[in-house]
């Protein structure tokens, strides 16, 4: 599990073809300097199984599907990347809760600064619009953040001077890709009252 709080943005370092998947090697010495072999790290909000970790840099392999389904597949060598660990047993949730599973993606359909603080906003996928309501949470590459408003085929949020400087939402620009985890509440919250309604 993870809470959507960015650690540190890394560096995509190799992309290696192997065939039905892509292994991925990212820098980011913060991450790594206690991650073994199996250990969980997410990377724009896809959790992805660390293998051969060395001081600063982990590898992964990422399926073929995963690839398509998330913005994971639009990467190249030099791309930066919103990094974050598991979150460990007994630790603060600064965030909200967030699995690592990509439910969709989005565009960034524009970005409004203003002196304190940048609305940005977003696309959104019409089966996923169900999930997010005004207040409510939603993570954009790995990044927990509050939606402002949410409308039927959009949304946007408010991003801070250090969401904006700390991850790589503050450089996305409209047509941009984004990973998308709606708060797996909601999911859960609708899954129960249709058991309930058909029992």
Known sequence: MFTGLVE???V?????DLGD?????????LVTSDAGHGD????????LTVIDPTEDTFSADVMRESLVRTGLG????????NLERAMAAGARMGGHIVQGHVDGTATVIDRTPSEHW???RFSLPEDLSRYLVDKGSI????TSLTVVEAADDWFSVSLIPTTLADTVL?????GDRVNLEVDVIAKYVERLLEKGAHS
């Open 40 to 47: 969980s790290i997410a990377v724009n909000g896809c959790c």
């Open 21 to 29: 998947s892509v292994r991925i090697t990212v820098r980011g010495p």
């Open 12 to 16: 995509v370092t190799a992309l290696e």
């Open 74 to 81: 639009d990467l190249v060598p030099g791309d930066e990347v």
């Open 8 to 10: 540190e943005k890394g």
């Open 170 to 174: 503050g450089n996305r620009q409209p």
């Open 139 to 142: 993570t954009v590459d790995g």
């Open 118 to 120: 940048e609305v940005v």
